[in-house]
T-cell receptor, first 116, second 110 residues
């Protein structure tokens, strides 16, 4: 179903860029790709989402492969506060996230550690 | 700011007790979700609701039920709590392109 594959963990140095990869090889043509992150002792929070072209916001950039089978979340300058579990997800059951019944299926995510 | 409020941050219940976890949102959104989160397993969807009195099973509904009598409130019910339901429970709403989560309820069943 809504399977995505991410590395279990990654490490980064403070102030350096971080590229978090995600494979979603079975994604359908209308499924958006979403990224959330979960800081320690908090619920997940939205980071960014996209469909085909690259996306930027104040938190991060999202680079989506041309075939849409993979994407990369880019944190341009990691800070200690970016240490979190990052989830790459897509709507379940082929439903567009914008649909009235779209829901999000979370995998295990990537635990990002940031070293000072 | 969107607010998703879960009634308790920490709960300790005994095996066999009936447990209610409450979630309230202040944004009038239709879609509400209950997840549980366990180490090594990530977040798993228990139930969701897309309207008052409507509900759908997620991936792990066994042992749980839900209630949505009012749009702003979505309750997760453990009819007879068991130790394997010890977990972090997260409520979420979906609003257009984003989902918003509550702070979570850490439930311990002893």
């Amino acid at each position: 179903d809504a399977k995505t594959t991410q590395p279990n963990s990654m490490e980064s140095n403070e102030e350096e860029p971080v590229h978090l990869p995600c494979n979603h090889s079975t994604i359908s043509g209308t499924d958006y790709i979403h990224w959330y992150r979960q800081l320690p002792s908090q619920g997940p929070e939205y980071v960014i989402h996209g469909l085909t072209s690259n996306v930027n916001n104040r938190m991060a950039s999202l680079a989506i492969a041309e075939d849409r089978k993979s994407s990369t979340l880019i944190l341009h300058r990691a800070t200690l506060r970016d240490a979190a579990v990052y989830y790459c997800i897509r709507p379940a059951r082929g439903l567009n996230y914008g649909g009235s019944q779209g829901n999000l299926i979370f995998g295990k995510g990537t635990k990002l550690s940031v070293k000072p | 700011d969107v607010k998703v409020t879960q009634s308790s941050r920490y709960l300790v219940k005994r095996t066999g007790e009936k447990v209610f976890l409450e979630c309230v949102q202040d944004m009038d959104h239709e879609n509400m979700f209950w997840y549980r989160q366990d180490p090594g397993l990530g977040l798993r969807l228990i139930y969701f609701s897309y309207d008052v009195k409507m509900k759908e099973k997620g991936d792990i509904p066994e042992g749980y039920s839900v209630s949505r009598e009012k749009k702003e409130r979505f309750s997760l019910i453990l009819e007879s709590a068991s130790t394997n339901q010890t977990s972090m429970y997260l409520c979420a709403i979906r609003a257009d392109t984003e989902a918003f989560f509550g702070q979570g309820t850490r439930l311990t069943v002893v």
